[in-house]
């Protein structure tokens, strides 16, 4: 590639250059190309488009059809070209493409702005504007040089937010057709031929809609008088117009239109589009006889206040010889009339897309809606309030927010809708609230035992965070952003004596949040038995051990009933005596034992009932009881070491032990219930009892 040219540059900001420019391929002046190239802050990516084609004239051997960069968006591109950029097919006149791209340049999407046209088009160009309306502008005609040339400024408006419907069309007749003085008109004719040069409009039949049209300059140079159609709309709104001639492509066709007497222009058919199928309510004829088609020119818009309003569109013709002022021509200057086109143009807009408002409770702000149809309003955010629902025409959209307690920006849509239009959308913003950080407590306490909680809450607009100073104090929740409720968890606390450890809440900018934590002391107070069975004979005896790890008493509610000792520390074994039990039935006595910091502990002593006496001569040696017995039977006795046994009745043994404490027992759930045979064997002394098992 050679000879480089820049045909577009535009700078977007946030580091992205856009550039169109074209060179030769092979260094032939038949062969140019464009390219695309952008910068992103660090580096340029070019990337190839396609043919620009042959050069213009030859004195200018680099002068090819130009292209346009979208100076809204670097994503969109136009370009001239006599070749079709998705094909490289050749189309003879040089087209009008649109380009986009989703990959920052590197592939592209075409889309044909013209086609089939008999002119060139070159040289279209973006105009800056408001970031929602688009214009695209180029030139149609006949480029010799760039001082000999015949060429129209012709152009597209892009506005997103207008809807259009099928265009009416309404034939020029005359019935709806007045001399722009009001005085009747009265054409020549009708007839199928050509109208005479006589400075009057002729009716010429058989081409057209409504087969007929309006006629000027047929034949030679003339000037007609100006005419006024006069068109009842079909609703209330507003409307696009546009008048509809007929050309020879080859020749030179042209009408002078519109919406004021004082303010018409020449369309040559050059400059205007063929009317095309489908756009019109009604099948229209499109082309005729001799090379003819069917041209439509754009007025202008018009308001109709109500359904029987009617406008009116001035028309003439406009004979003179291009590039003179006044020589009258005839024929290829000619100009044929045949009506009048228009649709309903909805449209709703809003320029403004943004909205900024303050944190503050009922921070207020606006934007204004321009419309020509009726619309409807909602917010994404219930935080935000509108003045209006819904409404029509022009009007001011007021916004009142809620206050902002966040510690970040906000951010809520507006959107803006109307029946068969692309809506419109507003960002507002209300500002962050200036970050706060509170907390419920500043000192708490929690439990000795594992799992002991203690919580308290977070009140904030920001980020924070929240750590332990100690291992065996967990935090549920680390970090968060506005209102919560922490827990905190704690393990077993193992000593007798408090510990602290210390929460910390951090957000930035602000100053931490610290909580005290205090863990009781585990005060441990147990006993290894609740219940105890003690015998029924004077000194009995019955023990349990206290476990703790601190200082206890005990109190006994019986006077009856002794402990070997009634206050300690630690681990102890505790010994209980018992005084004879006079009662023919069992007695309880509670012991107690307490501690500071601990639940009171019970034992609950039972003692027995004297029942079988174990005597040797006059001395009392023990009991046996109860008797009859259901599940245990017990045995008591002074003298040590005795042998126990159980019989049946017919003789077998089966119980033997040596009793080596005062109180035995004798298990007698598997047994049948029956008589059975104990025998209490001493030194010196053999006792024998029946027992009956129930």
């Known amino acids: 590639m050679t000879r480089c040219w820049t045909i577009d540059l535009q700078n977007y900001g946030n580091d992205t250059i856009a550039t169109i420019f074209k060179a030769r391929a092979n260094n032939s002046e038949m062969d140019h190309r464009y390219f695309y190239a952008r910068y992103d802050g660090s580096e340029w990516a070019s990337t190839y488009l396609c043919k620009a084609g042959w050069k213009l004239y030859s004195s200018e051997q680099d002068y090819v059809g130009l292209g346009a960069l979208d100076p809204n968006n670097p994503n969109i591109i136009y370009i001239s070209t ?47 504007w408001d970031g929602t309306n688009t214009a695209l502008l180029w030139m149609r005609g006949t480029y010799n040089t760039a001082q000999i040339f015949d060429m129209a400024i012709v152009g597209i408006i892009d506005r997103p937010y207008e809807t259009f419907t099928l265009m009416n069309y309404v034939d020029a007749t005359t019935v709806n057709t007045v001399f722009s003085d009001d005085s009747l008109f009265t054409p020549t004719g009708p007839d199928t031929g050509q109208g005479a040069s006589d400075d009057q409009w002729h009716e010429r039949t058989g081409f057209g809609n409504g087969s007929s049209v309006f006629t000027s300059a047929e034949v030679g140079g003339e000037n ?3 005419l006024k159609t006069i068109i009842k709309a079909t609703s209330a709104g507003s409307f696009d117009v546009w008048v509809n001639f007929w050309a020879d492509p080859d020749a030179d066709w042209r009408i002078e239109a519109g919406l004021e007497e004082n303010n018409m222009q020449v369309f040559r058919h050059m400059a205007c589009k063929q009317v095309e199928d489908d756009v019109h309510t009604l099948l229209l004829e499109l ?13 202008g818009k018009v308001t109709a206040e109500a359904a029987d309003s009617t406008f009116e569109v001035f028309v003439d013709d406009e004979a003179i010889q291009t590039g003179t002022t006044s020589t009258l021509i005839g024929d290829i200057a000619r100009t044929w009339y045949d009506g009048i ?70 951010v809520a849509t507006i959107s803006v809708s109307a029946d068969n239009i692309e809506p419109q959308f507003v960002r507002v913003y209300q500002r962050a609230a200036s970050p706060s950080l509170i907390i419920s407590d500043e000192a708490l306490t929690v439990g000795a035992t594992a799992n002991s909680t203690a919580t308290f809450s977070i009140t904030s607009n920001t980020v924070w965070n929240v750590a332990s100073s100690q291992a065996w104090l967990n935090v549920n929740q680390a970090t968060g952003i506005n209102d919560a409720n922490i827990t905190l968890t704690a393990a077993l606390n193992p000593d007798n004596a408090t510990r602290e450890a210390t929460v910390t809440i951090t957000a930035t900018t602000l100053e931490d949040k610290i909580i005290t934590v205090t863990q009781d002391a585990y005060v441990l107070l147990g006993v290894s038995t609740h219940e105890l069975t003690i015998g029924a004979y004077e000194s009995s005896t019955a023990s349990f051990n206290v476990i703790s790890n601190t200082s206890w008493s005990i109190d006994i509610n019986e006077s009856w009933l002794t402990a070997n000792t009634l206050a300690g520390s630690d681990k102890t074994a505790i010994t209980l005596t018992a005084g004879e039990n006079p009662l023919n039935e069992t007695r309880e006595a509670i012991v107690t034992v307490s501690a500071d910091g601990a639940d009171d502990q019970t034992v609950t002593v039972t003692q027995a009932i004297p029942t079988e006496l174990i005597t040797s001569g006059n001395r009392r040696d023990g009991y046996v009881y109860p008797n009859p017995a259901t599940n245990t039977l017990y045995v008591e006795i002074t003298s040590l070491p ?46 024998i009892f029946k027992i009956a098992k129930e």
Request: overall charge negative; hydrophobic content about 35%.
């Open 642 to 687: 005795a042998t126990i046994r159980l019989y049946t009745l017919d003789g077998k043994q089966l119980v033997l032990f040596e009793a080596k404490d005062n109180l035995s027992e004798i298990d007698l759930r598997n047994l049948d219930e029956g008589i059975y045979i104990l025998q209490i064997m001493t030194q010196g002394s053999n006792f």
């Open 82 to 128: 006599p070749f079709d950029p998705r094909d490289d097919a050749e189309l003879g006149v040089r087209e009008i493409f649109k380009g986009e791209t989703t990959d920052r340049g590197a592939t592209w999407t075409w889309t044909p702005i013209t086609q089939n046209s008999t002119r060139n088009n070159y040289r279209p160009i973006v105009p800056a």
């Open 224 to 226: 007609a008088p100006t």
């Open 287 to 299: 082309s005729g006889d001799n090379n003819t088609f069917l041209y439509q020119a754009y007025l």
């Open 341 to 410: 086109s228009y649709t309903s143009s909805l449209f709703v807009t809003v320029p403004d897309k943004q909205v900024e408002l303050e944190d503050t409770a009922n921070s207020m702000g606006s934007f204004r809606i321009y419309s020509n149809t009726g619309w409807a309003v909602s917010a994404s955010e219930s935080w935000l309030d509108l003045s209006l629902p819904a409404g029509s025409g022009n009007d001011t959209l007021i916004i009142t927010a809620e206050e902002n307690t966040l510690g970040y920006t906000r």
